[in-house]
């Protein structure tokens, strides 16, 4: 099925230890994004991609790096994980041109760091 | 103050209730979404609109721009319609990249 995948979709780690979240997208979409999800808040955006190559931080980077590996990948990794890290993450793409900008998500990674 | 604000947070209703459910900003905005998340997690894209209104099914989303207001209504509810719908907002100095500004959700619980 086309859309977002993102993986694993459940880790635990400990504080310290570091990983990586997966997401391709099989739509030829230019945009992409990486957000978590707080209980009693928004969506908040971490990183994004507006085309493969570049990459901006959005409102929460702290702790965070990511990789447009090509058009279709854009992974996001935590260093050295701390507990404030436990969230769900969502990654989702847009097309990236203006009136087209649906975004389409993945269906989530749940975090938890001890 | 938030910049996006859905009321109400909490809203049980019985099956074949109309429902609306507001979305209220105080900034200026290029294009209004409104997602839907399942009780597993799962966010799909419902609507997005910069003026007007848009219909699918028994979905309907309205804005009023100078109002800076926009309403989900859902006809003849169903138990299936159960989930958390967010509205989120695309800043004009960003559209094409869609850095949205989202609301922390509405719940809807549709008892049969």
């Known amino acids: 099925n086309a859309g977002v995948t993102q993986t694993p979709k459940f880790q635990v780690l400990k504080t310290g230890q570091s990983m990586t979240l997966q997401c391709a997208q099989d739509m030829n979409h230019n945009s992409m994004y990486w957000y978590r999800q707080d209980p009693g808040m928004g969506l908040r955006l971490i990183y994004y991609?507006?085309?493969?190559?570049?990459?901006d931080k959005g409102e929460v980077p702290n702790g965070y790096n990511v990789s447009r590996l090509n058009k279709r990948e854009f992974s996001l990794r935590l260093e050295s994980a701390a507990p404030s890290q436990t969230s769900v993450y969502f990654c989702a793409s847009s097309a990236g041109v203006a009136g087209a900008n649906v975004l389409t998500f993945g269906a989530g990674s749940r975090l938890t760091v001890l | 103050k938030n910049e996006v604000e859905q009321s109400p947070q909490n809203l049980t209703a019985q099956e074949g209730e109309f429902i609306t459910i507001n979305c209220s900003y105080s900034?200026?905005?290029?294009?209004l979404h409104w997602l839907q998340q399942h009780p597993g997690g799962g966010i799909v894209s419902l609507f997005m609109l910069s003026s007007g209104k848009k219909k699918h099914g028994r979905l309907i989303a309205t804005i009023n721009i100078q109002e800076k207001h926009s309403s989900l209504h859902i006809t003849a509810s169903h138990p299936r319609d159960s989930a958390v719908y967010i509205c989120?907002?695309?800043?004009?100095?960003?559209?094409?990249?869609?850095?949205?500004?989202f609301g922390t959700g509405t719940r809807l619980t549709i008892i049969p």
């Open positions: 989120a907002v695309s800043n004009p100095l960003n559209f094409g990249n869609e850095k949205l500004t």
């Open positions: 991609s507006a085309s493969e190559g570049t990459t």
């Open positions: 900034v200026g905005i290029s294009a």
